[in-house]
């Protein structure tokens, strides 16, 4: 059995997939009204309306800064930095849509950087592709709306720039995707990770913002770790910084993309494909996962005595494939770490699984039925996942 907590390179550099140092902290505070939901959400603060909740929802584009921060340093390219915003806020936004939230958002960002590495042509195309990002959103049907931010000049904090963002909505309880739906005997639609949806303007290599501590260093090569002593925590150890095979401008193996522009390639959001799924088919949703921290794992803190079977996963894509040979990363952490090639996925019974595919493939989005849900085989009656890899079966137990 695969263990439930990474163990190897990635805990090495710092990083914990299943953050179980944190959520053996907030496990035990309030979970808000609906316990079981994607977000904790809490009663109306706001306007005090009973009929109303509120959600708070704070995350980022993670180390995934730093690459772009490598690209901007050599290429003098600010613009790369307009991908990180969209990042940041899309991290925020699909975790959302996972409690059926897309209306009435306000959010604002937080960037921290080293004013000397991270000049104002960097920080002008953080802030204006973050409004720029927003507007592209609301003419999708996403009413997000920009509340402002905070920039910080954190040199003693930073070696190079920090970009985060947090969203605030209020919504009905009534439309709220509850996660206690999530049980025995629902099909699991995944939406693909890569390709190019309709509304994207550059194919998108599905690499999402988690992992990127390790794709960065597995990837890149040892002169990264000399030309930017600032990208890395110098306690970690010097075999697992930047100890790759490329360059950012190498072409990635059965791909059109450079490294660089795979790893970059900006976090594809699934509203558009979850909005049109609650609007024209009420009711089809029993539940949501956006596979973000913990990769394939993601799912087995929702539900309850649920044993989550994924038996058709979707093909990986050519970046994670590059990752995984350049690395030697066991197939395990392979799965926990990234997406693997599906980032969103979708619970519903089995004879509305078509269309949930059907709704996906209208907007050049990719999906199958990549396995279902069934009565957890724990003793204990706890939830379990198993990952069909090859000839292998790789299992995940429950997050403690």
Request: positive net charge; hydrophobic residues 35%.
């Amino acid at each position: 059995m695969a263990s439930s907590t990474v163990t190897g390179r990635y805990a090495l550099r710092g990083v914990s997939a299943g953050k179980e140092d944190v959520h053996a902290a907030v496990d035990k505070l309030d979970r808000g009204i609906f316990a079981g939901a994607f977000c904790k959400i809490t009663k109306d603060y706001l306007t005090g309306l009973k009929s109303r909740c509120n959600v708070i929802h704070s995350d980022g584009s993670g180390t995934k800064s730093i690459i772009a921060y490598l690209w901007y340093r050599e290429t003098g390219d600010a613009s790369v930095f307009r991908g990180i915003s969209q990042d940041s806020i899309v991290m925020n936004i699909d975790d959302l849509l996972c409690i059926g939230a897309a209306e009435r958002i306000l959010l604002s960002n937080t960037v921290n950087r080293n004013a000397k590495n991270v000049g104002a042509d960097a920080l002008a195309n953080l802030i204006n592709g973050s409004e720029e990002f927003l507007g592209k959103l609301r003419k999708l049907g996403v009413k997000v709306f920009s509340g402002g931010g905070e920039t910080a000049d954190t040199g003693d904090l930073t070696g190079a720039v920090v970009v985060d963002s947090c969203a605030v909505a209020v919504m009905k309880r009534s439309e709220v995707i509850t996660g206690d739906k999530i049980r025995p005997g629902l099909s699991i639609v995944g939406l693909s990770s890569w390709g190019k949806a309709s509304y994207e303007d550059f194919e998108n290599s599905g690499i999402g913002s988690n992992g990127l501590t390790s794709a960065r260093h597995d990837m890149l090569c040892p002169y990264y770790r000399k030309a930017y002593p600032e990208t890395y925590d110098a306690n970690t150890p010097k075999k697992l910084v930047y100890c790759g095979p490329y360059m950012l401008d190498d072409k990635l193996p059965e791909s059109r993309m450079t490294v660089g522009e795979a790893l970059l390639s900006p976090t594809r959001t699934y509203a558009p494909v979850v909005m049109k799924l609650l609007k024209k088919h009420p009711g089809l949703v029993k539940g949501l996962v956006h596979c973000s921290g913990g990769g394939q794992t993601k799912c087995v803190r929702f539900g309850r005595g649920v044993h989550f079977v994924k038996d058709d996963m979707m093909p990986v894509p050519p970046i994670f494939k590059a990752i995984q040979s350049a690395s030697g990363t066991g197939d395990s952490e392979m799965y926990e770490v990234y997406n693997m090639g599906h980032r969103m996925e979708v619970y519903c019974k089995p004879s509305d699984a078509d269309k949930v595919v059907k709704v996906s493939k209208s907007f050049g989005i990719d999906a199958r039925v990549i396995g279902r849900t069934e009565k957890s085989r724990r003793a204990d009656g706890k939830n379990h996942v198993s990952i069909r890899c090859g000839d292998r079966v790789l299992e995940y137990g429950p997050r403690d």
